[in-house]
């Protein structure tokens, strides 16, 4: 591993340029071994030269429910920036709803995933389609 290469870890809080000239906030919340980083983003949505403090990011409520995504690589690449760290505090795995996908592009059987294992709950209905 190049010694340039960026580590993060969990806990830490990024800033995420918009295509509008404004920026959002994230955190890394978990990793997960199969799917890798979990993060949740805040709802604060400001404009690029405003420069909030930890404090007020880890005020905000989610925006939505935490998300698996590629953070490492945002991370490497500059397209968001680590601005700080904040232990994750009340953490609780969401369940995940996944499914694998037949030959015809729908899914046959559905597992929920709790952060340690993925669970078999069935298969699909017809009338789920």
């Known amino acids: 591993m190049s010694s340039s ?23 890394y919340i978990f990793w997960d071994e199969r799917y890798g980083p979990l993060v949740r983003i805040f709802d604060l949505v400001i404009p690029q030269g405003e420069i909030p403090g930890l404090r007020k990011i880890l005020q905000q409520k ?9 953070l490492h690589a945002a991370i490497r690449q500059d397209i968001w920036n680590v601005m700080g760290n904040a232990p994750v505090e009340k953490f609780e795995f ?5 499914g ?15 952060g340690k294992e993925s669970k078999r709950i069935g298969p699909v209905l017809p009338e789920m389609y």
């Open 94 to 98: 969401p369940p995940f709803l996944t």
């Open 62 to 70: 989610n925006l939505f429910p935490p998300v698996f995504t590629g």
């Open 100 to 114: 694998l996908i037949n030959e015809h592009g729908k899914v046959n059987m559905w597992f929920v995933r709790d």
């Open 5 to 27: 290469r960026k580590r993060i870890k969990v806990g830490d809080i990024f800033e995420i340029p918009l295509s509008n000239k404004k920026k959002a906030y994230g955190q």
